[in-house]
């Protein structure tokens, strides 16, 4: 029978006659009040809260009807309490609230808000008034905000979308998905960060629409005069980030959400991974394998074979009879081991985890009460309810045997959550959400987040002072703070190359710099050039690992054969090599908001044309990658930055600020190292604890104008760095026709044990005469054929001066 809702809805109904809110506009503002650094305005029913969060980052709330929902954000955990500057005032046709840096205009006319800078530029503006639309079913609001969008105004961010870097055009969706084998285009992914840049007529701010909801973002798609961005609940809040580069908008984007913290080093060395290795013998041939082959690498991965029954936390006593010794003896061939967890765990009686959860009322419930059941891995399972923070101490407990076996990292996976056939959970699931409570709808985007939270947190407790690895394909805004992430199930073809490659960029100007995808790409099978190809992107990826799935080939550096090993090799070692240069990036993300990688538009902002490049970005500030994205190719153009940079294989000098045409035989890629940098280089080592460094390579480039370099050095493995046991250096370099300097100092309380530089000076466009270090002439220089002249001093230089 087919009820007509209409009237079903109207039956016996004492208030026969009121319909939903079907689109509510702001009205006119006719009132502004202020409390603290707090501003309301209302149009008599609904009202608007601006709040001055810093000079540059002003946050907008709308209530309905007056009546705002509780403060409480899982992305933001802390709004910044330094104290700002701040005033109101009022003209005959807006309200103004001002910052150093920012104005907030609330139009008396029909409520439109925008954001001007200190200079009277409009950055920002409604294009309709914020609105709202009833949603019975559900009891609260669809929201929506529209903004204007600018002829030539270009977006990016959004996380891990896997469409064009510039998303102008486009309409996306926020719900995390589990989406195996996603294509181009395919939206949505994995994880849901919504917060996005925008940059017209060389300004720039970011927009972090903080709603957990499902999320809807359109940049000029539907019409190109407007931007929009709503969602199928809760609060219509958002901040407005000012920049005016693109740099000031994402590291003003990490205040509010905070950075990854400093990974163990071991963590950016190389990781093989595979649905799986098992039994225990061939992890043990897998890990021989790369010593035989002197290939380096410092994790491998335990995927769900591992456990009894995909059980989480248990061991299958047939494939794993002695997990501790083989983690230990894998510890001694440098190997650090990182396993899987998943989120569903299988109901079972006579399972411990099963048992307790179920006790303690841990797992998720449908609005009936009903548990949450659902198929996954193994068979019927109940989830834990990571939103209430007693599930998520329970859960960061239960790695405890884990860690006592030794294991180093944890692979949080399958939290979407996903569940097999529905996808995930139904709308009606309830959630604890920290006290604040919420049906699945609230909750979906968070669940993967707080899971890798529960674990991160529980790791670090038991690994005391070491810190702990994670993994999750989930994530919403700020779960940077508890993992590194990868981009989920790719596919071994040239176009998921390429995919990722964006990706990764957009992933790092969202917040997550530590980011990497499936080397090689997870289903299918790639051809030797694509794996190398791959694992040459990936050389350049914050975090690198190899995966596929378990219907593939065997799928390590060494399966192809020559050429490929050596060139493999070659590169994996150039990652070991240049790991200092990428922990001191590290550093800089986690303790400035940097992001890691860096693309084209961050570093130019000003020109139109370099919204649209997305091949090229640099990693770090310094080195400038390309990777090959298409199979035979022996050349490929590649835009440089203004400036002057060195081919890093030819060390031919190179202006930028235009294309240039590069050759890219498959055992190289386009690397360029920018004039006068002081990249920091670490001797190739198997795994990065298997020798202590001796001394440490500084490759210099000469430049005939200053710049700075910094490397940054700890323990690599320990807290320390928060009680400021680390160190900072900084280098300056700069030449002339007839001199080259360069200068060192350095802050912190951190000693290295090694004593000295092998310094190597590339680039210099004279035959030197003298070398003064210090004040000593050096005698002890090597000259090489191509012009570079190597010599070693101490770590604790001032001043090199190298003259004519
Ligand atoms: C999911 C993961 C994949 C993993 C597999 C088995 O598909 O994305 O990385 O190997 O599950 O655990």
Redesign the pocket.
């Known amino acids: 029978m087919i009820v007509d809702d209409e009237e079903f809805h109207h039956l016996n109904n004492p208030a026969d006659g009121i319909k939903p809110i079907v689109k509510k506009y702001l009205g006119v503002p006719n009132h502004a009040e202020q409390k603290g650094n707090k501003f309301f305005f209302t149009d008599g029913d609904a009202s608007v809260e601006v709040t001055i969060v810093t000079k540059e980052i002003i946050r907008i709330r709308l209530a309905p009807h007056s009546v705002f929902l509780d403060e409480f954000s899982y992305a933001v955990s802390e709004l910044p309490t330094k104290a700002v500057a701040f005033n109101l005032s009022e003209t005959d046709l807006e309200f103004k609230v001002s910052t150093e840096a920012v104005n907030c205009h609330i139009r008396k006319q029909d409520f439109f808000i925008s954001f001007s800078d200190n200079n009277g530029v409009i950055t920002s503006s409604d294009a309709t008034p914020m609105h709202w639309e009833e949603n019975v079913k559900f009891g609260g609001y669809y929201v929506f905000c529209t903004k204007t969008c600018a002829p030539e105004e270009s977006f990016f961010g959004l996380g891990d979308k896997a469409t064009e870097f510039n998303l102008r055009g486009k309409r996306l969706k926020n719900w995390n998905t589990d989406a195996?084998s996603y294509g181009w285009n395919q939206d949505p992914l994995y994880r849901s960060i919504p917060f996005y840049i925008s940059v017209n007529e060389g300004i720039a701010h970011g927009i972090f629409f903080d709603n957990t909801f499902k999320a809807h973002f359109d940049f000029g798609g539907e019409d190109q005069t407007k931007t929009s961005f709503w969602a199928d609940g809760g609060e219509l809040q958002y901040y407005y980030i000012h920049g005016p580069h693109m740099m000031d908008v994402v590291k003003n984007y990490h205040i509010l959400t905070g950075t990854h913290p400093m990974p163990p080093l071991w963590a950016l060395g190389y990781h093989q991974c595979r649905?799986s290795y098992y039994p225990e013998n061939k992890v043990r041939v897998i890990a021989n394998g790369f010593r035989q082959n002197k290939i380096p690498c410092d994790g491998i991965y335990l995927?769900?074979d591992y456990m009894d029954g995909y059980r989480c936390f248990t061991w299958n006593p047939k494939y794993f009879p002695n997990p501790r010794k083989m983690i230990e003896d894998l510890a001694a061939n440098g190997f650090k081991t990182v396993v899987?967890i998943d989120p569903g765990i299988r109901v079972d009686d006579n399972y411990s985890v099963f048992k307790e959860g179920k006790e303690k009322r841990y797992f998720c419930r449908r609005s009936d009460d009903y548990f949450m059941e659902g198929h996954v891995?193994p068979g019927r399972c109940q989830f834990p309810d990571f939103t209430n923070p007693e599930v998520r101490t329970w859960w960061g407990g239960l790695f405890d045997e884990l860690v006592d076996l030794g294991v180093a990292g944890v692979w949080n996976?399958?939290n979407e959550p996903a569940v097999f056939g529905s996808g995930t959970f139904p709308d009606d699931v309830r959630h604890q959400y920290d006290g604040f409570r919420g049906s699945h709808r609230k909750a979906h985007n968070v669940y993967g987040m707080q899971m890798v939270r529960a674990t991160y947190e529980g790791l670090r407790k038991q690994m005391k002072n070491k810190r702990p690895f994670t993994i999750t394909?989930a994530g919403y805004a700020g779960v940077q703070r508890y993992s590194s992430v990868w981009t989920?199930?790719n596919v071994a073809s040239w176009e998921h190359l390429k995919i990722g490659n964006v990706q990764l960029q957009r992933l790092s100007v969202s917040g997550i710099s530590f980011c990497g995808t499936?080397i090689g790409g997870?289903s299918g099978e790639p051809d030797g050039e694509l794996f190398t190809r791959w694992i040459q992107m990936g050389t350049f990826s914050p975090f690198m690992r190899a995966?596929s799935?378990g219907d593939t080939k065997e799928r390590e550096p060494w399966s192809f054969g020559e050429p490929f090993t050596t060139i493999n090799r070659k590169f994996i070692e150039l990652r070991y090599r240049l790991l200092p240069y990428l922990y001191s990036a590290f550093w800089e993300h986690h303790r400035y908001g940097f992001p890691i990688l860096r693309p084209i538009v961050m570093h130019e902002q000003e020109t139109v044309a370099n919204h649209f490049r997305q091949d090229e970005f640099t990693y770090g500030d310094k080195i400038l990658i390309c990777p090959v994205l298409e199979p035979g190719k022996t050349s490929r153009m590649v835009y440089l930055p203004k400036g002057k940079w060195y081919h890093f294989w030819s060390l031919e000098m190179v202006e930028g600020g235009q294309e240039v045409h590069v050759a890219t035989p498959l055992d190289t890629m386009p690397i360029f190292v920018k004039a006068g940098s002081v990249i920091p280089e670490y001797p190739v080592m198997q795994y990065t604890s298997e020798k202590p460094i001796e001394e440490v390579k500084l490759n210099i480039y000469y430049s005939d104008y200053e710049v700075n370099s910094f490397l940054f050095e700890d323990y690599g493995e320990t807290f320390a760095y928060e009680q400021d046991i680390y160190l900072e250096k900084k280098f300056i370099v700069n030449g002339t026709a007839k001199t080259m300097s360069i200068k060192q100092s350095m802050e912190g309380l951190y000693t290295p044990r090694y004593e000295g530089y092998h310094i190597k000076i590339n680039g210099l466009p004279f035959k030197p005469s003298k070398i003064i270090a210090d004040g000593k002439e050096i005698k002890e220089v090597s000259v090489n054929p191509d012009k570079t002249y190597e010599f070693k001093f101490s770590k604790n230089f001032k001043q090199i001066e190298i003259l004519k």
């Open positions: 195996y649905w995927d769900i899987i891995w996976d399958m394909r989920g199930d499936d997870f995966h799935a």
